[in-house]
């Protein structure tokens, strides 16, 4: 067996050395008739402005609106760009075009998505823009885009994303250089919209725009002379810490808020607990913050994420082939994103088939094997395979409570893609648009264990402490959100990276979030905590895209928070515990409970399942005096968990049912062969 391990580890090094070497796509900026000569100026307003009606969304009232492709600048890239659709804010007719200096107390945002490759438009047109596709295919007005209240531009970044171009060997190296490009595409774009460089600036976006933008702000605060005026910044659900941090650590805090996820089960749960005391996750929270900073986690690499990511590059290398050829002969929109939509559920589906493996036969006291310290994928594992809805093939680490599967398409590619559609947004023709795809960092496929992004940047957590400073020199504000629902980027992972960096001349919160917010129908929408100028909002019953989740709430949000000043969670004095807005201790919890409701179905939700009460409330007794401290479970209960492991099986099921499989480890052995198979399937190398 060890031999045959071997082999196969050297066969899928080879494939990733060999995928490595594929060359990323190029791509460039198409000269529309009307655009002007010489350098970027007002200018080229005119020639950037929205026609309208846009094809296709005849009787859709919209505001002004700018689209098209910016330059970065940058020296021996002549085509690396980036491409932005900007709207008006409502009823503001003329307010992005405005001469320099007016309208000096009129905000504006910027929305950044992540990915890292994910486009801005994604964002437009599903999240908080002004149109939304549905998954029919057809466009509604969303009310409650966040230009109701201020200019807002979406934009691709970075180079190279979405509708942004960039040569073959043009792709960004690293963050610093993203941010470079960013604050050249600044420079360019208040040179074609004056009013932008004096007007209050709110940069926002979400996920690994956590990274993006501390980088950008960075870098903004190394020019002599700034571009814009930075106001504050406000990051979702956000990469901001280590991979460890954000997406390893919260899993016990996950499984808190959905014990659906393994069925409610107490010894799987006590599995899990100890897996993550002995990987170092179990981090202790004060408020204040004693001791020092957080020893760095060392993320112990199991025997599975040697394959896991010689497999994941395979497709990730292959699909970005596939999306050059493509783009080469012109495939239609259509095909592309079937194609797109193929290697997600292949990668999915090969993940499902590849680890299955019960937790039965694990060593008590040691850290597993297989899986080592990637716990976030074995409490996936777990769930669809043992735990229903989401053994029906689903686990949407975005949204822990939708177990649809396939998920709902909402895909706006045929839409911008077309022609009559590209030429009103002065888009590129030389690549059709995407909603994601793999970035090549330093132009390479480069992924690697304990770097499934193949970024070689540090994470912003290791400049947090003087960033803030600066920006609190500049009067700057910062705002990290996130939604209880978040699996990919959960809450807990921001709350420690709060608690590992200094601000304000203390090292992170005084008192424990615990302040609820409302929305404007006076219901509960979260916790609110703020101090010493950085606010964290918990939003209820939203998932890692928080404004697509909860539109309403994500703008009231926006008025409140970002563009206001709410005072609602703010630290009067920390020793007293004066708090604007008090204390709710039941938020005080180390979790909050999300909903007993999981829904599951193919391509929409067809069906609800609930747990039974019993069950519930066994399960509330016993986590009410569970902690966090490394249990040592005894033989007895590691084999009960093999014996006894309760799961619903049915949504009509009365009370759970067993679903231990003793054939487990003789399974897992046989699923090093199959990946293999998979990948050189995946390849095209076997026929």
Request: proline residues 7%; hydrophobic residues 40%.
């Amino acid at each position: 067996m060890a031999a045959m391990l071997a082999t196969v580890i050297l066969l899928l090094l080879v494939i990733l050395s060999a995928n490595g070497q594929l060359t990323p796509p190029n791509s460039f900026p198409h000269v529309w008739p009307g655009q002007p000569k010489g350098p970027l100026s007002v200018a080229w307003q005119q020639y950037y402005e929205v026609p309208y009606p846009l094809p296709n969304l005849t009787g859709l009232a919209l505001p002004r609106s700018f689209a098209g492709n910016i330059p970065v600048n940058r020296t021996g890239h002549p085509n690396d760009t980036l491409f932005f659709w900007g709207f008006e804010r409502q009823g503001a007719n003329g307010s992005l075009t405005a001469p320099a200096h007016a309208n000096n107390s009129q905000p504006w945002i910027i929305w950044l998505q992540g990915g890292p490759g994910s486009s801005g438009m994604l964002g437009l047109s599903t999240e908080n823009g002004p149109i939304h596709v549905l998954t029919n295919g057809s466009w509604v007005l969303n009310p409650y885009s966040w230009n109701t209240l201020a200019d807002t531009i979406w934009i691709d970044q970075p180079v190279g994303t979405g509708f942004s171009t960039s040569d073959s060997k043009g792709y960004i190296a690293d963050e610093d250089q993203m941010g470079e490009d960013f604050i050249a595409f600044l420079k360019n774009l208040v040179s074609v919209f004056p009013s932008l460089a004096t007007r209050p600036l709110y940069i926002t976006g979400e996920s690994y725009a956590g990274t993006y933008i501390p980088y950008i702000v960075k870098h903004l605060f190394a020019q002599s002379k700034p571009p814009v005026n930075l106001k504050k910044i406000a990051i979702g659900d956000g990469s901001l810490g280590s991979f460890a941090t954000i997406r390893h650590l919260p899993v016990l805090n996950i499984l808190e808020t959905y014990p659906a996820i393994i069925g409610y089960d107490q010894d799987v749960f006590n599995y899990f607990r100890e897996q993550h005391h002995l990987c170092g996750f179990d981090l202790n929270l004060t408020y204040p913050q004693t001791g020092g900073n957080f020893p760095t986690l060392n993320l112990t690499q199991g025997l599975r994420a040697q394959f896991l990511v010689a497999a994941e590059t395979s497709v990730a290398a292959v699909s970005s082939w596939r999306e050059a050829i493509a783009s080469a002969y012109s495939v239609c929109a259509g095909t592309k994103s079937a194609m797109k939509r193929a290697d997600y559920h292949e990668r999915r589906d090969l993940e499902r088939l590849q680890w299955k493996r019960d937790i039965s036969g694990r060593p008590n006291g040691t850290i597993d094997p297989w899986y080592g310290c990637d716990i976030f994928d074995e409490m996936r594992d777990y769930a669809v395979n043992f735990t229903f809805p989401w053994s029906n093939g689903g686990f949407d680490v975005y949204d822990v409570p939708d177990a649809t599967h396939p998920e709902p398409s909402m895909d706006a590619g045929p839409f911008l893609n077309s022609l009559d559609v590209r030429a009103a947004l002065h888009a590129p023709t030389s690549k059709n648009w995407s909603s994601s795809f793999n970035y090549p960092f330093g132009s390479v496929y480069n992924k690697s264990i304990g770097n499934e992004h193949g970024d070689p940047s540090v994470e912003p957590v290791a400049f947090l402490t003087p960033l803030f400073a600066n920006a609190s020199e500049r009067n700057i504000s910062f705002i990290f959100y996130s939604g209880n629902d978040d699996a990919q980027v959960q809450h807990r992972g921001t709350e420690v990276v709060i608690q590992n960096f200094t601000f304000g001349g203390v090292q992170g919160f005084s008192r424990k979030p615990a302040t609820p917010w409302f929305d404007d129908d006076g219901n509960t929408a979260g916790i609110v905590h703020q101090e010493r100028g950085l606010t964290y909002v918990l939003f209820t019953g939203a998932g890692h895209l928080v404004p697509q989740w909860k539109p309403a709430q994500a703008l009231v949000f926006l008025r409140e928070f970002v563009l206001g000043s709410n005072q609602n969670g703010t630290v009067v004095n920390s020793s007293t515990g004066e708090v604007v807005g008090g204390e709710n201790k039941t938020l005080a919890e180390d979790f909050m409970p999300g909903g007993n409701e999981i829904f599951y179905g193919s391509a929409k939700t067809e069906g609800t399942s609930t747990i039974p009460s019993a069950t519930i409330a066994a399960w509330e007794s016993f986590i009410a005096t569970a902690t966090l401290d490394a249990v040592t479970l005894s033989s007895a209960s590691m084999s009960s968990i093999v014996s006894n492991s309760t799961v619903p099986t049915s949504p009509s099921s009365a009370a759970p049912s067993s679903t231990g499989n003793p054939n487990s480890s003789a399974r897992s052995a046989m699923d090093v062969p199959i990946i293999f198979i998979a990948v050189l399937l995946g390849m095209g190398l076997l026929v």
